[in-house]
Structures are given as C-alpha cells and as structure tokens.
T-cell receptor, first 113, second 114 residues
Framework: SQQGEEDPQALSIQEGENATMNCSYKTSINNLQWYRQNSGRGLVHLILIRSNEREKHSGRLRVTLDTSKKSSSLLITASRAADTASYFCATDAYKAAGNKLTFGGGTRVLVKP | DTGVSQDPRHKITKRGQNVTFRCDPISEHNRLYWYRQTLGQGPEFLTYFQNEAQLEKSRLLSDRFSAERPKGSFSTLEIQRTEQGDSAMYLC????????????FGDGTRLSIL
C-alpha cells in the first residue's frame, strides 16, 4: 500500500513557470526522497532530505520537510519542457531495517513550451 | 559510471509461463531492492538483499515469486505460473548500507501477460 498522498495528481504549466507539488506521509521517517520518472523509464533520484533537515536545494529544485505535519513539498523553478515527467516522494520508516522505500502515487507534470 | 542495469527491458509472455528477470546493481552497492510498479501508481516494495542474504519480503511476494542474489552481485527475480495480475514494471534499485544514501534505480523490466 502507498505511504501517503501526493498533491496535485497532475499539473500543467507553461515553460518558465514554477511547479510546486506536495507529499504527505503517515509514519515517522529517517529520510524523504524525491524521484523523477520519465515515461517508460526508471526513477531518477533528485534530492534526499533527512528528518532533521527542514529545507534543501539542488539547482532549480527546492525541497521542504515538515515532520510535525508529516509533509514535504518539491518546488521546480523556471520549468523547462524537459521537466515533463512524473515526480514521486518516497520515505523510509524510522528505525526500520533495510531502508525500504514507500512511495506516494506521484504527480504528473506537463510543461508546455 | 555504470548505473543499475536490468534485462530484459520488455517481456511478453502467455499466462502460466515462467519468467526470469536479471538486475546488475552498481558494483560497490551491497544492498539490492526489487519493486513493482503498476500503471499510474508509485512503486511498491517486494524484497531486498544485503549482500547475498534476502532480509525482507513483502506480502506482495506470493509463493510464485522467488528472488536470489547468489554471490552478492547480480540478482534474479523469477515468477512462476504467471497470471494477468503480474503485468507490471519490475524495478531494481541498489544502494550503500548508509541511511543517508539514496537508492539508484534501473530502467525496469516491463512484463505483459497475454
């Protein structure tokens, strides 16, 4: 079963605009990760944020984490057509062995040129 | 830099046949994971190995499924007597044994059951 929900399920924006998507989860975590998946391909790791971190940046990506609300957001700034993909958050449960990941249902992002 | 590779990329088979997939992880990674992803959903955990030991199996992994990692390097996932519901993308990932390190995924094997 999925760990939580991602919101929105789908997002359509113009190139150059910002895209924001949110993820909620249910249990205490070690880390939260965001992945991108292009159609028919595997998942590409974007950012890992640890449970004791609140914000992290990587290039045009900004991730926030609020453990009190069990939620995270991913912001893509100045979007490009190449950002068109599905984006998933994934968590590994606190103190669970093996760091297996539990994924949300994903946000499908379409960036129109 | 060699990433995680999976073979085959696509497999089409008739219901009732057996299939086997292979995953080659990043060479220095001692953890290897299998996930299954159905259309429009996020991946779901199936099983993982630390070196050659299979340490956890999901309830999704029925007795028709078996996974091995005989020398702690590549892994195989076999599905016996395939059913329509087995149609999915099977994803392999590998990582170091460090909670601060991400899992790296292959491009998956897409299984279609006729």
């Amino acid at each position: 079963s999925q760990q939580g929900e991602e919101d929105p399920q789908a997002l359509s924006i113009q190139e150059g605009e910002n895209a924001t998507m949110n993820c909620s989860y249910k249990t205490s975590i070690n880390n939260l990760q965001w992945y991108r998946q292009n159609s028919g391909r595997g998942l590409v790791h974007l950012i890992l944020i640890r449970s004791n971190e609140r914000e992290k940046h990587s290039g045009r990506l900004r991730v926030t984490l609020d453990t009190s609300k069990k939620s995270s957001s991913l912001l893509i700034t100045a979007s490009r057509a190449a950002d068109t993909a599905s984006y998933f958050c994934a968590t590994d449960a606190y103190k669970a062995a093996g760091n297996k990941l539990t994924f949300g249902g994903g946000t499908r992002v379409l960036v129109k040129p | 830099d060699t990433g995680v590779s999976q073979d085959p990329r696509h497999k089409i088979t008739k219901r009732g046949q057996n299939v086997t997939f292979r995953c080659d992880p990043i060479s220095e990674h001692n953890r290897l994971y299998w996930y299954r992803q159905t259309l429009g959903q996020g991946p779901e955990f199936l099983t993982y190995f630390q070196n050659e030991a299979q340490l956890e199996k999901s309830r999704l992994l029925s007795d028709r499924f078996s996974a091995e990692r005989p020398k702690g390097s590549f892994s195989t996932l076999e599905i016996q007597r395939t059913e329509q519901g087995d149609s999915a993308m099977y994803l392999c990932a590998s990582s170091l044994e460090d909670t601060r390190q991400p899992q790296h995924f292959g491009d998956g094997t897409r299984l279609s059951i006729l």
